[in-house]
């Protein structure tokens, strides 16, 4: 049974950093993309984050850019998250997803985590 088990999340201040992990099992995602999304109640889900399978491109939305970095480590069959100087409005559910079909930005990804929840305070 494949899973995507997301840790790292929690409350934090204004201006302040976290790390979100992702570890995968049942499968390996070596050879496909994986991508961090993020949820608020009453909204769509929004995409955040995707990393190629070979770490050469990286894609952001245009809200995290520049204080948001994803990596993997293919050996641990992991993805992360760091996220710098936070804002409330990065509050939500973020979820990790891997092997998309189609654009890594859309919704289409075939393996979903249940979310790790982030709290930014003002």
């Known amino acids: 049974q494949v899973q995507l088990v997301e840790s790292g999340g929690g409350l934090v201040q204004a201006g302040g950093p976290l790390r979100l992990s992702c570890a995968a099992s049942?499968?390996?995602?070596?050879?496909?993309?994986m991508g961090w999304f993020r949820q608020t109640p009453g909204k769509e889900r929004e995409f955040v984050s995707a990393?190629?399978?070979?770490?050469?491109?990286?894609y952001y939305a245009d809200s995290v850019k520049g204080r948001f970095t994803i990596s993997r480590d293919n050996a641990k069959n992991a993805v992360y998250l760091q996220m710098n100087s936070l804002k409330p409005e990065d509050t939500a559910v973020y979820l990790c997803?891997?092997?998309?079909?189609?654009?890594?930005?859309?919704?289409?990804?075939?393996?979903w985590g249940q979310g790790t929840q982030v709290t930014v305070s003002s």
């Open positions: 049942g499968r390996t995602f070596s050879s496909s993309a």
């Open positions: 990393i190629s399978w070979n770490s050469s491109y990286k």
């Open positions: 997803a891997a092997d998309p079909v189609g654009n890594k930005a859309g919704p289409n990804y075939n393996y």
